[in-house]
């Protein structure tokens, strides 16, 4: 039963209940090779700009939280690894010698901007040797106990590296998308893999270690074709999260779980079963690199859908690209920024403008609160720590609306322009 300051005017199209539900940890993006190319065609004033506006707290976004790979991703410029000497079991020829050239310069200006960013990285493959076939865009990690001791020593290996370039490493995500085989690098995993992985090598080779990195059950999406899985009716939330966090010698190793695409049909059932863990939605759906205004509305309604669902934090996947945003396997993405390699110019895209609207205005610490009327499912409410309110509402119509927003003991009418996103706060 809503709380009785909910029935202050049964007329209004959103009423703020103040039901508290999760904490915000923050908002972010990807840091890619292809992105830190895009941004080398600015001149060096409008890239110091562009960063402002992404990380630094006075800036639009005010991003805190971001991904990068371990080794290669889908957006990296090709295949690598940071470990690809064949039986190199004590990892004597580890490196991020590659990611000083793309991907520490990208996230070394970030933290100049923002210095209490917090990173969690994933890989999309192991290195070749490690899997079977032995390939990186496809194939299963060999599952041999010697194996298993070198990849989690990567891991590892890969904290320790980025710690001497003076930069944490907050989260590992186990592995990207664990149902993609793909054409780009990927690996797949089942749920009972995990497990053991994380329970028998990864969770102890950390503590051994004495990292405190967070370890993380993801990124999980859903078996493809779609429409066979929706046949068998399979679920994420039995097949990857339930096993492997039913299990209380894997689970204590873990500290939160992420979804993403296809995640998104598991992550309700996960956070009902599991509400003391931490959630992230940990790539943003990724469009065909049209950046239109029809995409961004979908968007939007991802954000909608993963904090209703219990999301403590939304990552986007690439925050620039070049027009098209073409990857080096040939999938062309949307991204919040592009930059136009012959005019050498920056142009903030749609979606930019989506993610504006909560991390500008949401900040860490911000809890989402609940809300009631016929405006609900097109809007999202937050409390600050200092009590105010910050409402995140889309119309989706072609014609402008008039919502009426009842917030306490008054009663407010705001006319939002078609197909518009719009942000209205309270102050306390």
Known sequence: MPPAEAAVDSTASLTITKDSYQTVEGFGGCFNELGFTALSYLSDEERVEMLHSLFH?????????????????????EWYSLNETDGDLAM????????????????????KLNPNLKLFASPWSPPTWMKFPKAYNFGTLRWEKEILEAYALYFVKFVEAYREEGITIHQVH???????????????WTGEQLREFIRDYLGPAFEKHGLDTEIWLGTINSPEPWDEWLKKKTADHDAYAHTVL??????????????????????????LSYPELRYMQTENECGDGTNTWAYAKYVFNLYQHYFTNGVNAYIYWNMVLEPKGRSTWGWEQNSMITVDPAERRAIFNPEYYVMKHFSHFVPEGTRRIGTIGHWTGNALAFEKPDGGIIIVIA???????????????????????PESFNTIVFEN
Do not use: M
């Open 57 to 77: 707290p006075d800036g639009d976004q005010k991003l805190s939280i971001c991904r990068l790979p371990i080794g290669a991703s889908d957006y990296a410029h």
């Open 92 to 111: 004597a020829h580890f490196s991020i010698d590659r990611d000083r050239q793309y991907l520490i310069p990208y996230i070394k200006e970030a933290l």
């Open 174 to 188: 186990v592995q990207n998308e664990v149902v993609a085989n793909q054409k780009f690098p990927s690996c797949v």
């Open 246 to 271: 039913s299990d209380p010698e894997a689970y204590k190793y873990v500290k939160g779980v992420g979804y993403q695409w296809a995640g998104k049909y598991g992550i309700q059932r996960t956070v």
């Open 395 to 417: 119309n989706p119509f072609k014609d402008s609306r008039d919502v009426r927003v009842s917030n306490g003991n008054t009663v407010q009418t705001f006319r939002l322009e």
